[in-house]
C-alpha cells in the first residue's frame, strides 16, 4: 500500500511511518516543516521524497495530497490539556478531520485509520471503558475537540464509510520529536519528585500502537478499538521506576481534591504565562479519576501481544536521558533489552 500519513513528524506520526515501512508499504509523508522532517528521518532507512505540505485546515493541500494513495492514517491533531486553548483547538482538530478522514472517504480510500483518544469516551463514573462506552458530553478542552471529531467520523461510518478508530491512552516509548504530555509528565518525576494518588496510569508503548494501526490498515477494518495497553496503579508506577533504573525517586502522596486545586490554579496562571510543568485541570482528573480501558477487542481480533511495561519504561528513560530532557545519572544503570527500532533518538 502507498499510504499517506498526517503528522508525520509528531510521536505516534513517525512511528507509524517507521512500522508502515518495516511491513513492507510506502508512505507520503503529511508534514508542516521539511527541514524538521529532513533532521528526523536522516539517520532512517525512510524514503522521504514524497511529501505533502501543509496544515491540516489547508483544504487544497490535503486534498492533493490525497490524489494517488491507497490508505490514510491521520494522526494529526492539535493535542493539549490547557482549557485555554479550547476555542483554537476545537477548530483545528474538525476542520482537520473532516479535510483528512471526509476527504478521504470521497475518493473512495477503502484503508483508513483515524486515531482518536480514550478522552473521547472517558466517563469517570464508569466502571470500565470499551469499544461499547456511550459517548457523553465532556466537560474538558481536549476531550470536547475528541467527542467533535467522533461524532464526525460515526457520522461517515453510518453511512457505509470503513473507517478504523483507534483509542490510545497514554502513549509512552523513546523517540519523541515534541515531547509529548505523557513523556513529559514522566520526566518531571525525575526532575521534581513522582506524585502518588488515586487510580493510576494506562500506558500503551508507541510502538505497539503503530503497529497495531499497520495491521487495521492492512486488514481493512471498521470500528472501533481501544489500545490502551498496562494499567499500573501510581505507587507502582513509582517502584517499577525505581526497578528500571536502579535508584530511587522522590515520592510525595498527594490527596486528588489537592491536585484538582492546583490544576486549577496552573489554567489561570497560563492565562497570562504559561508554566513550565505538565499539570492542568484536565490531566488532573484524568490521573486522579482513571476507569480501566479494555483493549480485549483488538488483542483478541489482531492476535497481539504487548511487551512488559519495564521494558517500555527502561526505553523511555533512557531516550529521555539521550535527549537531554532528564539528567543521564537516571539512566546509567538501565541495559535496555529491546532496544528502538528507529536509530534516530528524536530530540
Same mark, same amino acid.
Given at each position: 500500500?502507498?499510504?499517506?500519513?498526517?503528522?508525520?513528524?509528531?510521536?505516534?506520526?513517525?512511528?507509524?511511518v517507521m512500522a508502515l515501512h518495516k511491513a513492507g508499504h510506502s508512505v507520503r509523508l503529511g508534514i508542516r516543516n521539511p527541514e524538521k522532517m529532513r533532521q528526523l528521518y536522516a539517520d532512517t532507512d525512510i524514503d522521504i521524497s514524497d511529501y505533502a505540505v501543509g496544515e491540516?485546515?489547508? &483544504?487544497?493541500?490535503?486534498?492533493? &495530497?490525497? =490524489?494517488?494513495?491507497?490508505?490514510?492514517?491521520?494522526?494529526? *491533531?492539535?493535542?493539549?490539556?490547557? *482549557?485555554?486553548?479550547?476555542? !483554537?483547538?476545537?477548530?483545528?482538530?474538525?476542520?482537520?478531520?473532516?479535510?483528512?478522514?471526509?476527504?478521504?472517504?470521497?475518493?473512495?480510500?477503502?484503508?483508513?485509520?483515524?486515531? $482518536? $483518544?480514550?478522552? &473521547?469516551?472517558?466517563?469517570?463514573?464508569?466502571?470500565?471503558?470499551?469499544?461499547?462506552?456511550?459517548?457523553?458530553?465532556? #466537560?474538558?478542552?481536549?476531550?470536547?475537540? #475528541?467527542?467533535?471529531?467522533?461524532?464526525?467520523?460515526?457520522?461517515? /461510518? $453510518? /453511512?457505509? &464509510?470503513k473507517i478504523a478508530i483507534t483509542y490510545p491512552a497514554a502513549v509512552m516509548g523513546p523517540d519523541d520529536p515534541g515531547l509529548s504530555e505523557p513523556?513529559?509528565?514522566?520526566?518531571?518525576?525525575?526532575? !521534581?519528585?513522582?506524585?502518588?494518588?488515586?487510580?493510576?496510569?494506562?500506558?500503551?508503548?508507541?510502538? =505497539?500502537?503503530?503497529?497495531?494501526?499497520?495491521? !487495521?490498515?492492512?486488514?481493512? #477494518?471498521?470500528?472501533?478499538y481501544l489500545v490502551t495497553g498496562h494499567f499500573i496503579p501510581w505507587r507502582e508506577l513509582g517502584f517499577l521506576l525505581d526497578k528500571v533504573t536502579g535508584k530511587k525517586l522522590l515520592k510525595i502522596p498527594v490527596p486528588a481534591p489537592v491536585l484538582k486545586v492546583i490544576g486549577h490554579i496552573v489554567d489561570a496562571i497560563a492565562k497570562i504565562k504559561r508554566l513550565p510543568i505538565p499539570i492542568t485541570a484536565e490531566a488532573i482528573t484524568y490521573a486522579t479519576q482513571w476507569v480501566y480501558a479494555d483493549d480485549s477487542k483488538v488483542r483478541k481480533e489482531l492476535n497481539i501481544e504487548y511487551r512488559p511495561l519495564e521494558d517500555t519504561m527502561a526505553d523511555t528513560v533512557l531516550w529521555l536521558a539521550k535527549a537531554g530532557h532528564i539528567n543521564s545519572k537516571w539512566a546509567e544503570n538501565i541495559n535496555p533489552k529491546q532496544p528502538s527500532e528507529n536509530t534516530k533518538a528524536a530530540a
Open positions: 500500500m502507498h499510504v499517506f500519513v498526517t503528522g508525520a513528524t509528531g510521536f505516534i506520526g513517525f512511528h507509524t491540516i485546515t489547508d &483544504a487544497a493541500a490535503i486534498d492533493k &495530497a490525497l =490524489e494517488g494513495v491507497d490508505a490514510v492514517v491521520h494522526t494529526a *491533531a492539535m493535542v493539549s490539556m490547557d *482549557a485555554n486553548q479550547e476555542k !483554537l483547538m476545537r477548530a483545528t482538530n474538525l476542520i482537520g478531520t473532516k479535510l483528512v478522514v471526509g476527504g478521504a472517504v470521497k475518493k473512495g480510500i477503502e484503508s483508513i485509520v483515524y486515531i $482518536s $483518544s480514550v478522552a &473521547a469516551i472517558f466517563d469517570p463514573s464508569a466502571t470500565v471503558l470499551n469499544e461499547d462506552t456511550p459517548l457523553i458530553e465532556p #466537560k474538558t478542552a481536549y476531550a470536547k475537540s #475528541k467527542n467533535e471529531c467522533e461524532l464526525y467520523i460515526r457520522e461517515l /461510518m $453510518s /453511512m457505509g &464509510a513523556n513529559e509528565g514522566t520526566a518531571f518525576f525525575f526532575k !521534581l519528585c513522582f506524585v502518588i494518588s488515586s487510580t493510576g496510569q494506562q500506558i500503551i508503548d508507541v510502538r =505497539e500502537l503503530a503497529e497495531v494501526q499497520v495491521k !487495521l490498515l492492512e486488514q481493512k #477494518k471498521s470500528g472501533g
